[in-house]
Each structure stands twice: as C-alpha cells, then as structure tokens.
C-alpha cells in the first residue's frame, strides 16, 4: 500500500495545528513508535490528545497495541492536498488575517498554501 507524500521529506519547521484542540504540533524526527513506519511526522503533545500529522496520513491517529499499530485518520479533517505534491495539507495560523485559517504543504521546499477564512472551518472557537 503506498501513498502519495512518503517519498517526500517533510518540512521540519512547520507548525501545524491541531484539528481538535489547537495546538501547535511538534515534529519528531524518529517518527512513529516501534512497529510501525520510522518516518518523522508531528505529534500533538496537548494533554490526551494523540494526534498526528505527516504528508502522507494527514491528520492521523494511532490506535492498536504496541506491535501492531494502525493509523486511523482524523475523520473531516484532510480535504486539502497540495497541488504540486498531491500531499496532504497542514492547517496552520492566518498570519496575514486573525479570522482565518491557511493551509499549506508540509513538503520542505514547498510553498503552496490556500486560504480558508471561516468558511466550513471545523475548529470551534
Ligand atoms: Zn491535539
Ligand atoms: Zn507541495
């Protein structure tokens, strides 16, 4: 089963949101834990939230034991992918306006990124 994004390298100096509580996403470069896939992708540190991001999953999270983890994703969350890559998208803070919300790709070299502003925004605040 393979994936579009993986064989691309993952920007190490984003900082993606996550989708169900805001908070800023820390990249972990040894990935995922033992058992599964070694790629890096970020991780939710907010407290009991497992939520992960990397290009090729989206926003995901992991369920399962130790030695046998699936990835599940995020359901509503991913609809963007980039239009160079056709790699999932991350959402991060509009620094250009308060209101909204950008989207952009995680791929390191990458610039594209899409405006949402409110519109159909599934983030609660
Ligand atoms: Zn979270
Ligand atoms: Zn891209």
């Not at 033992?34 to 999270?61: A, I, M």
């Amino acid at each position: 089963m393979t994936q579009p994004g993986f064989s691309y390298a993952l920007n190490a100096m984003l900082e993606p949101l996550c989708p169900r509580d805001n908070t800023v996403m820390r990249y972990e470069a040894s990935g995922l834990p033992s058992g599964t896939d070694n790629r890096p992708s970020y991780h939710c540190g907010h407290e009991g939230c497992s939520v992960r991001y990397d290009l090729g999953n989206g926003y995901f999270t992991l369920i399962g034991m130790p030695d046998r983890i699936n990835s599940v994703e995020e359901p509503g969350v991913n609809t963007m992918k980039c239009e160079n890559h056709g790699t999932w998208m991350y959402r991060r803070r509009d620094l250009e306006t308060e209101s909204g919300a950008a989207w952009c790709c995680g791929v390191e070299g990458c610039g594209y990124c899409t405006q949402t502003g409110t519109k159909g925004s599934w983030v609660r605040t």
